[in-house]
């Protein structure tokens, strides 16, 4: 089975706080055979990345937009 999680927030590198709980998620899924791939914004750099056996694909976004993403009232307007 092939999973992919879209998230505003994902650890950087292992022990990161941000997004936290969807690390846990996937590297759960990983452990159950699963293949996972996430795809989260990134206001620095893009690019595939691997991180804990999970595939990490960091998708550059304008700066606005990452704001409005972080700002969940931003989003209801």
């Known amino acids: 089975m092939r999973v992919v999680l879209l998230t505003h927030s994902y650890p950087r590198w292992p022990g990161d706080f941000a997004g936290a709980a969807q690390g846990a998620l996937a590297r759960a899924l990983v452990r159950r055979g699963m ?10 750099s893009a ?3 691997e991180l804990e056996g999970v595939v990490v694909d960091r998708v550059r976004v304008a700066r606005a937009a990452a704001e409005a ?8 307007t």
């Open 35 to 44: 293949s996972v791939r996430v795809v989260v914004p990134s206001e620095d």
């Open 47 to 49: 690019g595939r990345a």
């Open 69 to 76: 993403l972080r700002d969940p009232d931003a989003l209801a």
